[in-house]
């Protein structure tokens, strides 16, 4: 293994007993997750069948398999497992749905779904007069938490927990009835069933036999005992993290998991991973120095062999205006000495809304941009309707994807008789489409409202029995066909530009399929398992953006995580943004803000600047704002207030030598 330092040799080459890898920023952790996968077929004589590296993000899961792919040879990778935590639940899901009580072709639902089912069931309770998206928020807490609706309901404590917890009973109850699953789903049930079920856990211990997991930090309770299920008494076990980069506690992420480790398994190895490869030594110093105000187990000091580079630059702004102004000029003044194109540069701000202005002034200047989480594929209302009448297709108990589509296009079957129609389902307990054609529906509608409710079933029936023998793709062209769903988007569309835009990500749709089923090779055979994999490639990939194109990237500073660019704007660095406002009178919350901003410091390879604005805006008002706490923290060596520091003569020459050099270039060209 060519290449690896001693440290990351150390983590591939060590077998028999639990490893975890503390594995800091830029220090090639994926590198050494995958070489060991290579060196546990070749070395340690693990079929590839055995093995799971299970990964966070997709794009992490796919940059995993390439890499792998690229170390094994065909019969060495066969069978090898590279998932999500939420695709290896599925996976199990999938083998052990009876066990689970649920049917084949069971469905995914989004928040979206899930938000309007648990709505719905809050406002059936008097207490319930507002609902908001708090109950789904206190569940999917929960349910990370590894918290029965029955637990829930005992530790329960303020008006809204309480009213969460008899939500949550329902909630699970209607699921269960729609034969649907939610995201927190995919890990709740396979270790429920596992808990139960000792002769299921033995068979899944034995498939994967040797378990690798990247970003162990971001683990919650439910991801944490999942993995304790598998690894089972072998403990065959490494485990890759950084608690200095664990910045997901508000969506259930536990960094105490990590150690944790140390109190499950006794004879725990320890690694660390400290030389990062992406960095200059003024920006790792800086990081090292910030990120030691917070406690720590396990201490990690990372280093470069980059050489010292840049000093941080720090920017104080008049206003938010000046500050956009201060970081568009020094971006073009590198695109321009440094020869550096768009696509080097990072804007990383705390909050989404941040990005506006920037936006603006990017445009006005026609410098080439991206953002992240725009508006996704899947978000779009005509590609929603497509997948929702594919699952309803494939499971005509899924009634979020009924209600979506029962009438779009247009049936003349309306709120009146779709609220009819679901009382009645609640009553005899049964899906809407179920109930839509039983003869008991009689005492609710009138004839004429019963009679296109059947014809919409006895469709969807048809188009549900020729799935079975027609290719996917060729049930939902028929199904657009049928609809004139071309023409409905005429008539819905601001313009016949936006409808052939629309149509467009419907054909994409379409294609999607037919593409999933020719590489299917057995996993993606029938409309329910592609479904089912759509729903969750939903789920997983909703920011997903284009990586190749040549522009400037705006991102918050979550979603900058694992990413790396030349050169980074770290801007709005002031108290109540940085750290956030609801956080600082919180130990914990303090301690993760100055995680988050070590993140955004750690994505820098060359040049960071750091920018606030001394007052803003804010609803129309102008406040005064305070320098971050988190500035003073950082060692004055390694810093450039706003260019004031005086160079000394060597500096000024090697700065105006690399001018003049540029200069000729640029006219030589």
């Not at 591939?12 to 996968?37: D, F, N, Q």
């Not at 794009?59 to 792998?68: D, G, I, P, Q, V």
């Not at 129609?421 to 899906?431: F, K, M, T, W």
Request: net charge negative; hydrophobic share 35%; with cysteine.
């Amino acid at each position: 293994m060519p290449g690896l330092n001693p440290q990351q040799q150390a983590a591939v080459e060590h077998i028999g007993s639990p490893l975890l890898v503390l594995a800091g920023a830029g220090s090639g952790k994926t590198r050494v997750i995958t070489e060991k996968i290579a060196w546990l077929i070749r070395k340690a004589g693990i079929p590839g069948r055995h093995i799971a590296a299970i990964t966070f993000t997709n794009k992490a899961s796919r940059e995993m398999r390439e890499r792998a792919s690229q170390l094994l040879s065909k019969d060495e990778a066969r069978g090898l497992t590279v998932a999500t935590f939420h695709n290896l639940g599925l996976q199990i899901i999938r083998k052990e749905y009876k066990l689970l009580g649920y049917k084949s072709g069971f469905s995914i639902l989004d928040a979206q779904d899930t938000g309007t089912i648990i709505k719905e069931l809050m406002l059936r309770d008097d207490e319930a007069a507002d609902p908001d998206d708090d109950s789904r928020w206190i569940i999917s807490r929960w349910k990370n938490d590894f918290i029965s609706p029955k637990k829930a309901l005992e530790i329960a404590t303020t008006p809204q927990e309480l009213l969460a917890a008899k939500v949550y009973q329902r909630y699970q109850r209607q699921l269960k009835a729609y034969n649907a699953l939610d995201f927190d789903d995919l890990i709740v049930l396979p270790v429920q069933l596992f808990d139960d079920d000792n002769e299921v856990l033995l068979r899944w211990q034995n498939k994967l036999r040797y378990l690798l997991v990247d970003e162990y930090q971001d683990t919650n309770t439910c991801q944490y005992r999942m993995v304790q299920q598998l690894a089972g008494i072998r403990s065959e076990l490494t485990v890759v993290g950084d608690d200095d980069q664990s910045i997901y506690a508000w969506r259930g992420a536990r960094p105490e998991n990590i150690n944790q480790l140390q109190k499950d398994y006794p004879n725990l190895k320890l690694v660390k991973l400290e030389q990062n490869y992406r960095s200059t030594s003024s920006i790792l110093e800086s990081a090292n120095h910030l990120i030691g105000n917070n406690p720590h187990l396990f201490e990690k000091k990372l280093w470069s062999a980059l050489g010292s580079g840049r000093k941080i630059k720090i920017l104080p702004c008049r206003t938010a205006e000046h500050e956009i102004e201060k970081v568009i000029t020094e971006l073009m003044k590198h695109h321009f000495l440094d020869k550096a194109p768009h696509g080097d540069f990072a804007v990383l701000y705390r909050s989404n809304h941040q990005s506006r202005l920037f936006e603006r002034y990017l445009r006005q200047n026609d410098i080439p941009y991206k953002i992240s989480g725009g508006i996704s594929f899947f978000s779009r209302p005509e590609v929603k309707d497509t997948i929702a009448y594919i699952r309803l297709i494939s499971n005509t108990a899924d009634d979020a994807a009924f209600l979506r589509i029962v009438n779009t296009p247009k049936r003349s079957i309306g709120a009146s008789t779709l609220e009819k129609l679901g009382d009645y389902a609640n009553e005899r307990e049964i899906s809407l489409f179920a109930a839509s054609t039983e003869m008991g529906l009689a005492s609710q509608l009138s004839e004429g409202g019963r009679a296109r409710l059947a014809t919409f079933c006895h469709w969807i029936n048809e188009l549900s029995f020729a799935s079975r023998e027609e290719e996917p793709h060729r049930i939902v062209e028929r199904l657009i066909t049928d609809i004139a769903y071309y023409e409905y988007l005429q008539t819905t569309s601001n313009s016949p530009k936006m409808a052939e835009r629309r149509m467009e990500n419907v054909q994409e749709v379409i294609d999607w399929i037919k593409r999933l089923y020719n590489e299917g090779q057995g996993d993606h055979q029938d409309l329910a398992d592609i479904v089912a994999h759509m729903s969750l490639m939903d789920i997983l990939e909703r920011n997903k953006e284009d990586d190749d194109s040549d522009a400037v990237s705006l991102m918050t500073l979550h979603t900058s995580k694992g990413l790396e660019f030349p050169y980074v704007f770290l801007v709005g660095m002031e108290e109540d943004v940085l750290p956030h406002a609801n956080s600082i009178e919180d130990n914990n919350g303090l301690e993760e803000e100055r995680r988050l901003a070590y993140v955004g410091i750690t994505r820098a390879k060359k040049q960071l600047t750091i920018t606030f604005a001394k007052t803003r805006n804010k609803f129309g008002e102008k406040i005064t704002c305070e320098p971050s706490r988190f500035l003073d923290e950082l060692p004055p060596e390694h810093i450039e207030w706003d260019g004031r520091v005086v160079k000394s003569a060597k500096e000024h020459k090697e700065t105006a030598k690399s001018y003049i050099d540029n200069l000729q270039d640029m006219l030589g060209d």
